[in-house]
């Protein structure tokens, strides 16, 4: 089998093919009937490596012990950069509730954020660049599990991906639609958040609820918390800077007249940048520390899971947007395009390796809404644009 060809290369702009363009949405379709789970995309991963084979590239799969699976092209002008380009592969643990042909076969597994529209459009952006290989350098495929959970970049990271596949320059997209149709929004800097994730486990003494002296009542401990945690971000973070916290679950007592020995709180933290991150997380812990020692009550801080914000380099940026206006317009490039307090584990990737996340514009339901179904006008324009970037920094060199 053969790379889809599609129209003649133009350094500065590439042009998906119909036929790749229906190839592309056939591949999303069936991504969307079949979602898989976070390192569970086993199925998805195979049709990932066998179509990256059939078109030549070299295909690592299983990489560092996931399912991650990296492709890489080599052009055929000599030595130049190396450009990565990502997609994830992952669903969500909900009902598809969608009306298309299309929708998940499989009970309480989703494609409800567009994963299956991402992984499309990397295939589509290897097939045209396979079909036309005239660049110099190489272009290393990183099509990646695990984001929903945020540790499928994390752990690639940690196989050696940037010490395997060395790369100058590494850039990623998702579908958004806080912005129009057709758009591409951009920015230097933190384009989505850092999530912190935590659980404050509270341990009083129970008692009878008509003798609410002889105990002491872990609900009222946490009440107080939970105002209290309300100040970090009104009081200990710059008005310049940003920062979420919500506490989002409560729990505590089994009978309406017990005083529970204990109670539990979880919820999240969002941050734009790293020092909000650090000084919000501080302030958490030392906050369960003075309730704890106000009211006579044990109190222990689990930190559950932590990634960075994602934070996009300048020079990277100029580049997609140099690609996004060839292949749309420059009056469709928002930059900068407001940030989004969703969280995002190509940050792991941004860490290590310079880069920029972009968003492409859809129209239809917003991410994690039961009836989400990726625009497909979407995939084109994806692939498009990848190509383009790898044209543009590559073809000339």
Not at 241 to 267: E, P
Request: hydrophobic letters at 40%.
């Amino acid at each position: 089998m053969t790379p889809l060809i599609d129209s003649p290369i133009q350094p500065t702009k590439v042009q998906i093919s119909p036929d790749l363009a229906l190839a592309m949405q056939a591949w999303r379709r069936d991504f969307h009937q079949h979602p898989e789970l976070g390192h569970q995309e086993h199925r998805t991963a195979a049709r990932v490596a066998q179509l990256l084979r059939d078109w030549g590239l070299a295909v690592h799969e299983n990489y560092g012990g996931t399912t991650g699976v990296i492709g890489v092209l080599d052009g055929r002008s000599g030595a130049g950069p190396t450009v990565g380009l990502r997609a994830d592969m992952d669903a969500l643990p909900m009902q598809d509730q969608g009306d298309h042909a299309h929708r998940s076969t499989r009970d309480g597994v989703a494609h409800a954020c567009g994963h299956d529209g991402h992984t499309a459009i990397l295939l589509g952006a290897a097939s045209h660049l396979a079909a036309h290989p005239d660049f110099s350098g190489r272009v290393v495929f990183v099509f990646q599990p695990a984001e929903e959970p945020l540790t499928g970049a994390k752990a690639l990271v940690q196989a050696g991906l940037f010490k395997d596949f060395p790369c100058d320059e590494i850039y990623g997209l998702h579908n958004n639609n806080c912005i129009g149709p057709g758009q591409v929004g951009v920015r230097v800097g933190a384009i989505l958040s850092a999530c912190d994730l935590f659980e404050i486990r509270i341990q009083g003494v129970g008692g009878h609820a008509a003798m609410p002296h002889q105990a002491n009542d872990p609900i009222v401990a946490g009440a107080a918390l939970v105002q209290s945690l309300q100040s970090v971000v009104s009081r200990n973070i710059s008005p310049f800077d940003t920062a979420v916290l919500s506490v989002c679950q409560f729990q505590a007592g089994s009978a309406i007249n017990v005083i529970a020995d204990h109670a539990v709180l979880r919820g999240t933290v969002r941050t734009l940048s790293r020092e909000a991150q650090s000084r919000t997380l501080q302030r958490l812990q030392e906050i369960c520390a003075g309730i704890a020692q106000g009211y006579g009550c044990q109190i222990t801080f689990d930190h559950l899971l932590s990634s960075p914000p994602t934070i996009n380099h300048a020079g990277p940026v100029a580049h997609v947007r140099q690609a996004a206006a060839a292949v749309l317009g420059a009056d469709q490039i928002i930059d900068p395009v407001t940030p989004l307090m969703a969280s995002e584990d190509f940050s792991y990737l941004l860490d290590h390796c310079p880069g920029a996340y972009f968003f492409l514009g859809h129209d239809g339901l917003t991410c994690h809404h039961p009836e989400f179904d990726f625009d497909d006008a979407l995939l084109a324009q994806g692939a498009a644009i990848f190509a383009t970037l790898v044209y543009q920094r590559c073809i000339n060199a």
